[in-house]
């Protein structure tokens, strides 16, 4: 019998909080000008004066970023992943460093709109659906995926509970395995969350499942106090979880010239379509970019199965693969990032590059 193991994060993981800072960043550059071009990693850690975050890369000029803005987005982000009750990580002595840099004049060069836009960096990129869910994402993911998104609201309701968790699922055998890492209070009485807990998996996951809650016992240090955050370290849990391989590069902090991110959307939406259109039961895209170049290096979709339906590849030429035109279809310097990277980057309804389109 074969098993599946997945795992999901929270948005007050330190990790997603680096992300999520890095993403605010790049909403807001690119609010101030739609031709920003941004490369913004974050890293945070809680210290013995209360906290450092330390945000860094490059970004167009035109962007017009300052420290200013970079203190008020990291403020706001905090405000809303971690809770004023857990007060290790001091707000009022918190250190922000912005080493923001201005871009590469090489890369600009390289990605130069006036004519065809290459791509911002060479790489690989993934994309996967299947149709064994309603959301196209793997079976053991999506499901982790759901736990993980009530357990955020929870989180969020009760006063006893950090913004910190991960939860993870393991399938394959008669009963589902959950384990369920959050932060709490110290007078939290775990038995009560335990059972809080059990009725929240049971929506999720088809009859008897055994959890295993808190299993290094309490967890009252949590976010970048307990642990450090850094920027596109939780690529596996951003797409499809460990089932599926992994591109390249994270996503978070991109504005959509680099193919890390856009052309993991594209790749998304390609394979998304295919199983929607009933030409494949799942499938798998790959894409390979040279920075630079608009034409990706490799376009290559496997759907698993031995005979290949004779209308795919009319299909797949229907999506154009290059940076401009990905941009473009799935309106990608419309984006609101500051919300597209929780709870992966796939599998939510409302954005662009889950659209089933009328082809």
Same mark, same amino acid.
């Given at each position: 019998?074969?098993?599946?193991?997945?795992?999901?994060?929270?948005?007050?993981?330190?990790?997603?909080?680096?992300?999520?800072?890095?993403?605010?960043?790049?909403?807001?550059?690119?609010?101030?000008?739609?031709? #920003?071009?941004?490369?913004?990693?974050?890293?945070?850690?809680?210290?013995?004066?209360?906290?450092?975050?330390?945000?860094?890369?490059?970004?167009?000029?035109?962007? !017009?970023?300052?420290?200013?803005?970079?203190?008020?987005?990291?403020? *706001?982000?905090?405000?809303? +992943?971690?809770?004023?009750?857990?007060?290790?990580? $001091?707000?009022?002595?918190?250190?922000?460093?912005? &080493?923001?840099?201005?871009?590469?004049?090489?890369?600009?060069?390289? &990605?130069?709109?006036?004519?065809?836009?290459?791509?911002?960096?060479?790489?690989?990129?993934?994309?996967?659906?299947?149709?064994?869910?309603?959301?196209?994402?793997?079976? +053991?993911?999506?499901?982790?995926?759901?736990?993980?998104?009530?357990?955020?609201?929870?989180?969020?309701?009760?006063?006893?509970?950090?913004?910190?968790?991960?939860?993870? &699922?393991?399938?394959?055998?008669?009963?589902?395995?959950?384990?369920?890492?959050?932060?709490?209070?110290? *007078?939290?009485?775990?038995?009560?969350?335990?059972?809080?807990?059990?009725?929240?998996?049971?929506?999720?996951?088809?009859?008897?499942?055994?959890?295993?809650?808190?299993? #290094?016992?309490?967890?009252?240090?949590?976010?970048?106090?307990?642990?450090?955050?850094? +920027?596109?370290?939780?690529?596996?849990?951003?797409?499809?979880?460990?089932?599926?391989?992994?591109?390249?590069?994270?996503? #978070?902090?991109?504005?959509?010239?680099?193919?890390?991110?856009?052309?993991?959307?594209?790749?998304?939406?390609?394979?998304?379509?295919?199983?929607?259109?009933?030409?494949?039961?799942?499938?798998?895209?790959?894409?390979?970019?040279?920075?630079?170049?608009?034409?990706?290096?490799?376009? +290559?979709?496997?759907?698993?199965?031995?005979?290949?339906?004779?209308?795919?590849?009319?299909?797949?030429?229907?999506?154009?693969? !290059?940076?401009?035109?990905?941009?473009?279809?799935?309106?990608?310097?419309?984006?609101?990032?500051?919300? $597209?990277?929780?709870?992966?980057?796939?599998?939510?309804?409302?954005?662009?590059?889950?659209?089933?389109?009328?082809?």
């Amino acid at each position: 019998m074969s098993l599946t193991t997945a795992e999901t994060v929270s948005p007050g993981h330190p990790d997603k909080i680096a992300d999520l800072i890095s993403d605010y960043v790049l909403a807001e550059a690119l609010s101030n000008n739609r031709s #920003s071009k941004v490369a913004v990693e974050t890293f945070l850690t809680g210290t013995s004066n209360g906290g450092l975050v330390v945000v860094g890369g490059e970004i167009s000029e035109k962007a !017009r970023i300052n420290d200013k803005n970079v203190e008020e987005i990291v403020r *706001e982000v905090l405000s809303i +992943t971690i809770k004023s009750s857990f007060p290790d990580f $001091d707000l009022d002595k918190l250190q922000i460093l912005n &080493v923001l840099t201005p871009q590469s004049e090489e890369i600009r060069l390289a &990605v130069e709109e006036e004519k065809e836009q290459g791509a911002g960096d060479q790489g690989i990129m993934i994309g996967f659906a299947t149709n064994s869910t309603e959301s196209f994402m793997p079976e +053991t993911f999506d499901m982790s995926r759901k736990i993980q998104i009530a357990l955020w609201k929870m989180q969020n309701d009760n006063p006893l509970l950090g913004l910190d968790s991960k939860v993870q &699922v393991t399938t394959g055998e008669s009963k589902a395995k959950v384990v369920v890492s959050t932060q709490h209070r110290e *007078e939290i009485d775990m038995d009560d969350l335990s059972k809080s807990v059990e009725i929240l998996i049971s929506e999720f996951v088809d009859g008897n499942f055994a959890l295993d809650l808190n299993p #290094s016992g309490s967890f009252i240090k949590g976010g970048p106090s307990g642990d450090t955050g850094l +920027t596109g370290r939780k690529t596996v849990a951003d797409a499809y979880g460990p089932t599926i391989p992994v591109g390249g590069g994270a996503f #978070s902090g991109k504005d959509p010239s680099k193919v890390d991110r856009s052309g993991a959307y594209a790749a998304r939406h390609l394979a998304k379509n295919i199983v929607a259109h009933g030409l494949a039961k799942k499938c798998l895209v790959r894409i390979a970019y040279a920075i630079g170049k608009a034409d990706p290096y490799e376009v +290559t979709v496997d759907t698993f199965e031995k005979n290949r339906n004779n209308k795919l590849n009319d299909f797949i030429n229907k999506f154009d693969m !290059r940076p401009r035109s990905i941009i473009e279809r799935l309106q990608l310097l419309d984006v609101d990032y500051r919300k $597209d990277g929780l709870f992966s980057h796939f599998g939510n309804h409302d954005r662009k590059w889950e659209q089933i389109e009328d082809i």
